[in-house]
């Protein structure tokens, strides 16, 4: 392997290799001198498709072997969609870069272009959330929710073969590969809280690595940056993830933070949300008040009986 030659880790599904090549082609822009090129490794979370999320577990569900990959030197840096990362990255590795944040919002994708207002009990929603599923159950409990697994054209072919009759689905993934013209309509972020680091790219890499940390910080957006803080610390302060129906969404206005989490029974029974805003250098700090209150004022016992129903 040339010393020139520098190697990018991802996933092989098609919005996976989309990120990993938008990476790629901006590294390339930035060092023309040097060669880039994708390796793609295979991870849990692509092997297990008929299984709920919510049942097989979060924790690197769709990371790990790329970290494996990493630590083995196989790979160089990793591409993940910035929400499949856990929290807390493991010993060895660190955030290296997040891009500038695309689309944040959840998509509503509806085959005869219904809302989810007007359905009923006759109609037929698809995710693999929980966080979604306690939101569309909140906002229209008479539709029923099914599970569905797959990449983006999988989910739309289900959908359009009569698994079900809408979905709900990340708006970046959508807008990235070019299916614009299947999003019915976006939810704003009050109306349906988007998933903590929805629709930003991270680079992931080794420790003290510094000849990568000095490239891949040439893709890092400081903005996004706080914004992803402020969610994941809001995220990990309540020991959430994809079992847990946690959501956050933070927006940066000057140098103000402005954060809004929410916490819900998955059945859309019971739902907390709360607000908080401060100084957008600290963001950790204003994600981890903002859990705290949230926990205070009935949080705690929401999560443990989520937490009860999901090991049963």
């Given at each position: 392997m040339?010393?020139?030659?520098?190697?990018?880790?991802?996933?092989?599904?098609k919005l996976a290799l989309y990120q990993a090549n938008l990476v790629k082609s901006k590294l390339e822009e930035a060092f023309p001198d040097k060669t880039f090129e994708i390796v793609i490794i295979s991870t849990k979370g692509d092997k297990i498709l008929d299984v709920a999320l919510s049942k097989i577990g979060d924790k690197g569900l769709f990371t790990k072997e790329l970290e494996h990959a990493l630590f083995n030197d196989e790979v160089d840096m990793c591409v993940h969609s910035l929400k499949d990362l856990p929290t807390v990255f493991p010993e060895g590795a660190q955030l290296g870069a997040i891009l500038k944040r695309a689309e944040y919002k959840d998509a509503w994708v509806s085959k005869d272009g219904i809302s989810l207002e007007d359905m009923d009990e006759s109609h037929t929603v698809a995710t693999s959330s929980l966080r979604r599923i306690a939101q569309v159950h909140r906002i229209n409990p008479k539709v029923k929710v099914v599970d569905i697994r797959g990449n983006v054209d999988t989910r739309l072919k289900k959908m359009n073969d009569g698994h079900c009759d809408a979905m709900v689905m990340a708006g970046a993934g959508l807008i990235r590969l070019g299916y614009n013209d299947a999003i019915t309509h976006l939810f704003e972020a009050d109306y349906f809280v988007s998933a903590c680091g929805q629709g930003a790219i991270a680079i992931e890499i080794r420790e003290n690595d510094?000849?990568?940390?000095?490239?891949?910080?040439?893709?890092?957006?400081?903005?996004s940056y706080q914004?992803?803080?402020?969610?994941?610390?809001?995220?990990?302060?309540?020991?959430?993830?994809?079992?847990?129906?946690?959501?956050?969404?933070?927006?940066?206005?000057?140098?103000?933070?402005?954060?809004?989490?929410?916490v819900a029974m998955p059945d859309g029974t019971k739902e907390l949300r709360a607000?908080?805003?401060?100084?957008?250098?600290?963001?950790?700090?204003i994600g981890r008040k903002l859990a705290q209150q949230i926990a205070q004022s009935g949080g705690v016992e929401i999560l443990e009986k989520v937490r009860t129903l999901n090991n049963q």
């Open positions: 040339n010393k020139s030659t520098i190697r990018i880790g991802t996933r092989g599904s510094k000849a990568i940390d000095s490239i891949v910080k040439q893709l890092h957006c400081e903005t914004q992803i803080t402020a969610e994941r610390s809001f995220l990990n302060e309540l020991e959430g993830g994809c079992q847990i129906p946690i959501g956050a969404y933070a927006r940066v206005e000057g140098e103000e933070l402005h954060l809004l989490g929410l607000e908080l805003s401060g100084k957008a250098c600290e963001s950790e700090e």
